[in-house]
Every structure is written in C-alpha cells, then in structure tokens.
C-alpha cells in the first residue's frame, strides 16, 4: 500500500553511525539517523538556540530531538529547519518535527512543489550503474510532503535566516533546488547530497561508513550535467572542512585533493555508464 507521504515509510537501512554525533565545530554538529546525516547549527555554550539542517530518514525525530535536548539542553530552542533538498532521506522527519516545534523551513523555490504536496519526486533509477543500494531503491519514497504553513523561500541574497556568515549555493542536479551552505569564516562546507563522502551505491560501504568523496547518490541524480557544474562551484571554494548529507566529515589535503579530482574527472568517476537519467539533459 501507498504511503501517504514519504515521511512515513519505514526503511531498514542502517550504519555503524546511527544515532551518534560528532562536533564538527563549536557551533556545528553532526548527527547520523540511520544512513543521513543532520546538523545542529549553535554553540551550545553561548546559547540554547539552534537551527536544523535538513530532517533525515523517517521516524527520526524523537531522537533528533533527544540529541538536541542532550547538547542545548532541555529548554532547547529550535529557531528553524533549513532544506539542502526534499529527498525522502532529508526530509523523512520533517513532518513530526513540526508538529512538535512550529517553526519556519527554508529552501529553495525549486523545490517548492515536493513540499506543498504538488509534485511527487522522479522515481529512483533501480537500473542505474551502482550497487545494491542502487538495485533497492526502487522501494525508496518519492511522494510529496506537505508543508505549505511552514515553508519559505531562502532570501535572494544568499543569506540565510538565523545563521550570520553563512550563505547558501544552488547547486543543483541531484535535484532541482538542491542547495550547499558554507561559512566563508573557517570555509567549512554543508555540501547536503552535491557530493558524499562515502559510496551511497554501495550497502557494505554505507554499512560501514568507509570515508572518500564521490559524486551524488546516483539512484536520484536525475542532471548530471548541472551535478558535475555544482561540484566544480564547490571545489573552487576550496572548502577545509566539508560535511554531506551521507558519510564522515572529511578535512584538510584528502578533503581538497578528493574533490578536484571528482571535479576534472566527474564523467569517468561519477556519471554511471547507464542509467534513465544518465543521457537526459
């Protein structure tokens, strides 16, 4: 039977990662459910405010909410939740988050139609080159949520509400209105799923959360073209610390080495050789 949005799918995909986090930095936090990754943006020692990135996989917020609770403490304040993209793995507990919290969700206006409950997303691509990840994913969610009372635009200028010194990147083609954000501060990059540090394709390597930097989960890219433009947009910031929405945080001369050579070789290293997708655009 259907679900009636993606949020309530129940998928038994997990890693070694699951329900740990990791400082990143004072005020960004990493937290893993089951195979996504979350962040908590806010330096628990100035404040008990912070911001969401992205919702991860379904049935996820109790313990999103918990980990908050563990790091601001229990009067923590959720001041928003900012949208990298709506894939079912960054949204999956979206809906129950604001039912508990009623707070804005910023994203991308391209994105709009899969959050107002519109436009379902293109159906995963089982035949794609890839592993078993990718021969499962015809089982992965693509119906729209809908969070028409909560959703706004990111503004215009690049910044983003209640996070002075970031500002957020279109980067698009694993969807539409996929967005990075970055800190030129520190040049510490939320890439979302521009790019993963851990082969999405691969079960045994997710499983196992082995760490190097690789092209968008290929199951769901549906723009190679507009994928490989993003990664060369991101590459030239010459991020030093970068964090995407699967795998480990990754740091210093394999962070900046990986993804130059993903940029000058993304056809050869990134784009399958089949798939539906892989010769649309």
């Known amino acids: 039977m259907e679900k009636s949005s993606s949020t309530e799918s129940i998928l038994p995909m997990t890693s070694i990662r699951s329900g740990f986090g990791s400082e990143i930095a004072p005020d960004v936090y990493c937290y893993t459910t089951q195979v996504a990754n979350?962040?908590?943006?806010?330096?628990?020692?100035?404040?008990?405010?912070?911001?969401?990135?992205?919702?991860?996989?379904?049935?996820?917020?109790?313990?999103?909410?918990?980990?908050?609770?563990?790091?601001?403490g229990p009067?923590?304040?959720?001041?928003?939740?900012?949208?990298?993209?709506?894939?079912?793995?960054?949204?999956?507990?979206?809906?129950?988050?604001?039912?508990?919290?009623?707070?804005?969700?910023?994203?991308?206006?391209?994105?709009?139609?899969?959050?107002?409950?519109?436009?379902?997303?293109?159906?995963?691509?089982?035949?794609?080159?890839?592993?078993?990840?990718?021969?499962?994913?015809?089982?992965?969610p693509v119906k729209a949520i809908d969070i028409s009372t909560h959703i706004h635009e990111l503004p215009s200028d690049g910044s983003i509400p209640h996070m002075p010194g970031w500002h957020w990147i279109h980067t698009p083609g694993h969807s539409e209105g996929h967005i990075s954000l970055f800190r030129s501060q520190d040049r510490l990059l939320l890439a979302g799923d521009a790019f993963v540090t851990v082969k999405q394709d691969s079960l045994y390597k997710v499983l196992r959360q082995k760490k190097e930097i690789h092209g968008p989960p290929v199951y769901l890219t549906t723009d190679w073209r507009a994928a490989w433009e993003s990664?060369?947009?991101?590459?030239?910031?010459?991020?030093?610390?970068?964090?995407?929405?699967?795998?480990?945080?990754?740091?210093?001369?394999?962070?900046?080495?990986?993804?130059?050579?993903?940029?000058?070789?993304?056809?050869?290293?990134?784009?399958?050789?089949?798939?539906?997708?892989?010769?649309?655009?």
Not at 104 to 128: C, M, Q, R
Not at 240 to 262: E, Y
């Open 38 to 72: 979350v962040f908590f943006i806010g330096n628990p020692t100035v404040s008990n405010e912070w911001i969401l990135i992205d919702a991860g996989m379904p049935h996820s917020a109790t313990k999103i909410l918990k980990a908050a609770e563990k790091r601001f």
């Open 75 to 140: 009067e923590h304040q959720l001041k928003s939740v900012i949208l990298t993209h709506g894939h079912f793995d960054h949204v999956g507990s979206l809906i129950d988050i604001l039912s508990e919290r009623k707070v804005p969700v910023y994203a991308h206006p391209l994105e709009f139609s899969y959050l107002k409950g519109i436009t379902d997303y293109p159906h995963p691509d089982n035949t794609v080159e890839g592993g078993l990840v990718a021969k499962m994913s015809s089982v992965f």
């Open 231 to 281: 990664i060369c947009k991101l590459a030239d910031l010459e991020p030093s610390i970068a964090a995407t929405g699967h795998g480990k945080p990754m740091t210093g001369a394999a962070l900046a080495r990986g993804l130059v050579d993903l940029a000058e070789n993304f056809q050869q290293t990134a784009v399958p050789n089949h798939g539906k997708y892989v010769h649309t655009k």
